[in-house]
Structures are given as structure tokens and as C-alpha cells.
């Protein structure tokens, strides 16, 4: 196996034995970077000679009793990073060099992480497949011709094609998951508030999350470790001990109660994906856990109710690229013309959709109708899925409703790609975390190559680590998880 390929966990193991140094392994991921992202496309930026000067410190000192030290990490371009530009693939902001860290990033490097550069993205986080990005489109590992999923598109496609061991993501409605089961790694999005916000820009406030992207779980759970917890930057951190999420995975899931909601198995839920989830919650089944049905019948109100949210929070959110504090800055007679035209020229079209569609939803006269409306049936959501908690310990469901498509198949049409989301967009109205794990393949009618399927496990509130325990058992007695891609 090539170093880049190895887990967190084999490389650590391998630095603390000196089999090799972490300039090797950032070496190594230049070098896959250099073959492979030309077809791929996961970076916006690469910080070449920023990783090996830091690779090298860290060899210097040669501590690596955190585990991300001297580990090579793409880090979502919608993430401040100190000195090194910062996009969230935006036009308006294609030169922008924040002059601080997120709070995520900054742990990370306190530990020795390794940045090897910035991941593409939908603008501003606001998509599924990353052709929303103002650059350039990702592609999936699996099959030049698809989709990588989004937002995080960058970030799950570079992991799945090793040019770096993990990555970071956000997740406002699907952006961790859906990338992560449309490449076939494993992808947390977390319960809200585990992970600060502070530096990453904002999508929709009150849904943002931000999590790792990671071959394993057992990776997942080690990053976790270090950016998880509470930070007086951002409000919304509660002061509630960060486990070590590590410890227990290895504990056995007999008796653990898995609820299956019937409407997550519905029609419009893809034939062949759904019996390979199907064999997947068989082996859970015969690892001891007990599945029972459950429903959540407000899941059809989810996707409306997220849309109406978010892109009002987005709408409000975005008035700050107004060409006078950052980013581009048109040229204009008047300060009116000024806005105009530079949000005009600077934002793609579903950055501009969301603006109207969240002004309109916030306007005196519809306020009621849509935000308000929203906002309760929301609650509503958040309180069927506690009441359905106190049946079962996790729930699993497929994690996307299809597995990738074609470039180009749903750009043009907002509403089906908002569909992608169904799934995952409840939970995170919920505000609970779930994971992404690999759980096996299907052809697709219209392909030629096997796309990786993605199974989603879904917790209490800031119960990561028993959804961390099943994915954890299931990678260990399955293989899905080391698939390697064709790049073709
Ligand atoms: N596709 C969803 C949206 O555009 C979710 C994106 C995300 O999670 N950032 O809102």
C-alpha cells in the first residue's frame, strides 16, 4: 500500500515507529495530487510549500502523541485559513485572504496537522454536487462522468482518491454525508453546536455544522477528538465534556435498538440501493443489534421546511458581500450601483436564488405564511424525532436517495437537485448527528461503472459515540470502507 493510502491510525502508528517521516507522507499526497487531481478537481488552492515546512517542524519536534500530527488534511475551502485565500468558491470572493483561522482549523494546527490545500465546493456551501462551485465542477473518483455530491464535493472526492488522509467539511442540510456516500468514505455531520462555527462562513446559522470526512470511523472518531467542544466564540458551543470518541468503538452493539423509519425506505428511495442498505441492516441484525420499524411521518415536510429556513438565514447572511468590506468590489458612480454590481458579477445562480427566495420568504406580507410556518413545523420535527428516541438507541436509513449522477443531469433543474437532500436534511432540522458509511455498490442503469452506496446512522443529541460504535462495527466486519476508485 502507497503511504497516502494508509488510515490516520496506520500512519500515527508508522511516525511514532519513525518507518517513516510526515514529510513522506505529504510528499506522498503531492504526489498523488500531481497524478490524479487534474481529472479530479478537489482543490481550489494547493498550500504545497506551507505543508512541507509544517511536515517538517513537526518532524523536528517529533511528538506525535495526537494522532493528527503530521497528517496531511484539505480543508474546505469555505473555511478561514489564516494568510492562505479563502473562497467558498465565489467569484466575490476569489482573492480573499482572511486574517484569521476558524476556530476547527486553528486546533487542528495547534496539533500538527498538515493543510495540503483548500477543497472545492458549491458556492457558499449551497448545493449537492459541487457543479455549483464559481470555479470548476469536482468529479467522482468513482466515474469521471458523475458527480462527487455536495457541498463538501472537494473534500470526500480528494479523500476517496487519497491525496490527503482526511478532510473537513460542513454540513447544513446533506454536505458531509452525501459527498461522503457518493464517494464511498465515511463522513460525520454532527450534532449542532459540538463544533464551532467561528471563521467558517455562514450558510444558515442555526443549521450549519462542521465534521470530518475520513476513510474510517475509527479516523472519524480521532479528529473528533481535537476540534470537538466548546469555544467562546461561538454562542451556540455548550460547555459539555468532548469524550474521547475512540474509547468504547470497540464495545459490541448486541442489544442496541436500530429504528428503521418506514418513510426513509419509501418510494423515490432507488430499488437497487435500497436492498443493498437492506443487507447491510442484516448485518448489524446479526451482529446483535435488534431493528425494530419506526415512523416519522413529518418527513415529508422536511424538505419544504428546510428550504424556506436556510434560504432565508442565507439571504440574511449574504448582505454582507456588498464590495466594501471584502472581496470583489465593482466599479460604480453610486453606492446603489455599487451593490448591484458587484453582487451581480460576484455570485453564481443558486447563491442569487437563495437571496430572492429568502427575501421573499422574510418580506412583510409572507413572513407568516412561510418563515413562521417553518419555524414551527420544525419544532414539530425536532419533537418527532426526540419522541421516537426514547423507542430506539440510533436509527439507520440510506444516507442519499440515489447514488451519483451525471454531471450536468440536475443542474439546471433546482427542485430535483433539492430532492437530493430528503434524507438528510431532517436531521439536520433535528439538530442530531449521523454518520456516513460505505455499505456497498450498485451499477447504474445509465453507466458503466459500480457506485459506492452510503449508509446513514443517526444519533441522540451529542450521542456521537453510539453511532460511531455501530459504523465502527460494521467497517470491522466489512470491507466496503477499503474499495479503492478507477479514476475513469
Ligand atoms: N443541498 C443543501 C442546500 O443547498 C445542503 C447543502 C449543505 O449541507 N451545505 O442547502
Redesign the pocket.
Known sequence: MELNQLTIKQANEGLKKKEFSSVDLTKACFEQIKKVDDKVKSFISLTENYALDKARKVDEVGNFSNPLSGIPVGIKDIYCTKGIKTTAASKILENYVPPFSATAVEKLEEQGAVMVGKNNL?EF????STENSGFFPTKNPWDLQRVPG???GGSAAAVASDQCFYSLG???????R?PAAFCGVTGLKVTYGRVSRYGVMS??SS??TMGPIARTVEDVALVMKTIAGQDLKDSTTPNIVVPDYSKGLDQEIKGLKIGLPKEYFAEGVDEEMKKVVEQAIKKLESLGAKIVEISLPLTKYAIPT??IL??SE?STNLERYDGIRYGLSAQANSLMEKYLETRGAGFGP?VKR?IMMGTYTLSAGYYDAYYNKAAQVRTLIKQEFQKAFEQVDCMVTPSTPFTAFKIGEKVDDPLQ??L??IL??PI?IAGVPALSVPCGFVKPKDGENEMPVGMQIIGKQFDEQTILRVGHQYQQATDWHKRKPGLK
Not at 125 to 128: I, K, P, Q, T, V
Not at 170 to 176: E, H, K, L, N, R
Open positions: 458549491d456551501a449551497m448545493g449537492s455536495g457541498s463538501s460542513t454540513d447544513t442540510g446533506c454536505s458531509i452525501l450558510y444558515a443549521f450549519d428546510y428550504y436556510v434560504k442565507a443558486e437563495s437537485m433539492y437530493a437532500d438528510s436534511c439536520n
